[in-house]
């Protein structure tokens, strides 16, 4: 039987509670220096833009002074470290906020590993994670997408991102994970209050407290369910499948990496696609030609999904630690530095996009790196992709118009996942 024990999994906790809860670093906010990008000025979180854009043409290599950081923010430049998992290391945490001089606890969660254990890991995942399973999910997505909307339809408003948009992916991945429909329910409740904040407070409440312990005390239970009584889900799969270790052990997955696993998918999963959602609904509320475009013809859709994640990447900045002395524009960023790989900058950048600032649905060859790229590409696009499309055809066939309530828009404070929190509209 799995006991969650907190005490083994502290580290690695404190990692994923790093990677999207809510943080509150005004009180060491810069003082307004020519040029200031800080990952937790809430300001920024809102327009990072013009700061962006000034880091790519001005200081391609920015050195955040106060919190002693590096940042890459042009498209090759972050697309080549982020190739190079030798000198750009995941193992010392993703987030900002989180990485330090040690590589995080064991055991650690795949995001967080570097080759060539990551890749045995990834091969592992690949095989049991992706094989057929998600396009399975696209009636099941698309049948909670429907009744989200159909119970505010009549009501002509609602918020689409605490109504919608959040509540989808926690009950798709908890469908794809095998977890029984009659918790779902619970599993959104519990997600729900783990990451609530009281205005003004970025401390965990104690109702988010309890929730967090029960939801990790959920999945130790399921996990040791399957080993009594395997499923077919892929969890189960997981159970069965063998890592090959990069010196040739072959061994299966213990319950502690199956627990790390399904946090991750979680923490990964959730927040992600709730934000590109919120985004979908402002982006398209602002550019309503474009979406007139797309409620004509829904097979623009796909494409307007990867124009959103490049317009407005909902996981803007990938944290890195450097193992070695590495050079870009003449400027050396020395061995044990923390790096900010700005995605979202990249996703604007005028060396490889056209007209970047411009949102286009019908853009052509959209490169984006709003889902990383290499090693670590994500795990979750080709789900995130289904949701939003799902999401995006459901909506614009029953209201293919919208308001948004600006002054009501609310955002999430994070160092790592950039978006709305609530988003009233109206239709
Ligand atoms: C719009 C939605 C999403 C966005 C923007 C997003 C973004 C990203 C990014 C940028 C990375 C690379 C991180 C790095 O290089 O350090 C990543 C990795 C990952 N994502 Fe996603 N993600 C999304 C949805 C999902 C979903 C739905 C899942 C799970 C079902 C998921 C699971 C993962 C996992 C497990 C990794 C780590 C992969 C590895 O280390 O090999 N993501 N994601």
Not at 56 to 85: C, I, K
Not at 121 to 136: A, D, H, Y
Not at 335 to 340: C, D, F, L, P, T
Request: proline share 6%; hydrophobic share 40%.
């Amino acid at each position: 039987m799995f006991i969650f024990d907190e005490r083994r999994f502290g580290d690695t906790i404190e990692q994923f509670v790093s990677i999207c809860l809510p943080v509150n670093r005004e009180d060491f906010c810069m003082v307004a220096a020519d040029l200031r990008w800080d990952p937790f000025d809430r300001e920024l979180h809102v327009n990072p833009y013009a700061a962006w854009k000034r880091m790519r043409d001005e200081v391609p290599v920015y050195h955040n002074e106060e919190f002693d950081f590096y940042a890459l923010s042009r498209f090759d430049d972050v697309l080549s470290a982020t190739m190079d998992t030798d000198t750009f290391s995941s193992a010392h945490g993703v987030t900002i906020d989180s990485i330090g001089p040690f590589p995080v606890g064991d055991p650690a969660p795949m995001i967080m590993m570097d080759p060539p254990v990551h890749t045995s890991m990834r091969k592992l995942v690949n095989r049991t994670f992706i094989r057929g399973k998600i396009l399975e999910l696209e009636d099941h997505v698309r049948e909670l997408t429907r009744g989200y909307l159909d119970t505010h339809a009549g009501a002509g408003r609602m918020d689409y991102v605490q109504d919608l948009s959040m509540r989808l992916p926690v009950m798709v991945i908890s469908s794809l994970l095998g977890f029984p429909e009659e918790d779902h329910d619970n599993l959104r409740v519990w997600s729900d209050a783990q990451v609530h904040r009281d205005e003004g407070s970025p401390e965990v409440t104690a109702e988010g407290d309890a929730a967090h312990a029960k939801l990790f005390g959920y999945y130790a239970d399921q996990i040791s369910a399957r080993r009594d009584d395997p499923r077919d889900d892929v969890v189960s799969e997981m159970m069965e499948s063998e890592l090959t270790l990069p010196d040739g052990t072959v061994r299966l997955l213990d319950d502690g990496e199956l627990f790390v696993f399904i946090a991750l998918i979680n923490v990964a999963g959730n927040e992600t696609v709730a934000r590109l959602l919120g985004w979908a609904a402002m982006t398209l509320a602002r550019f309503p030609e474009q979406r007139a475009k797309l409620a004509a013809d829904p097979s623009l859709i796909p494409n307007a999904v990867e124009e959103l994640l490049r317009y407005e990447a909902p996981s803007p900045v990938q944290g890195r630690y450097t193992t070695r002395d590495v050079t870009y524009h003449d400027t050396l960023i020395p061995a044990g530095s923390k790096v900010a790989l700005v995605t979202g900058a990249a996703g604007r950048d005028e060396r490889e996009f056209d007209d970047p600032d411009t949102f286009d649905v019908e853009r052509q060859k959209i490169r984006h790196l709003s889902f990383g790229q290499g090693a670590h590409f994500c795990l979750g696009a080709q789900l995130a992709r289904l949701e939003a499309r799902v999401a995006l055809e459901e909506t614009l066939l029953r209201f293919p118009t919208w308001d948004v309530d600006w002054d009501a828009v609310r955002y999430v404070h994070t160092s790592s996942v950039r978006g709305p929190a609530s988003v009233p509209i109206v239709f």
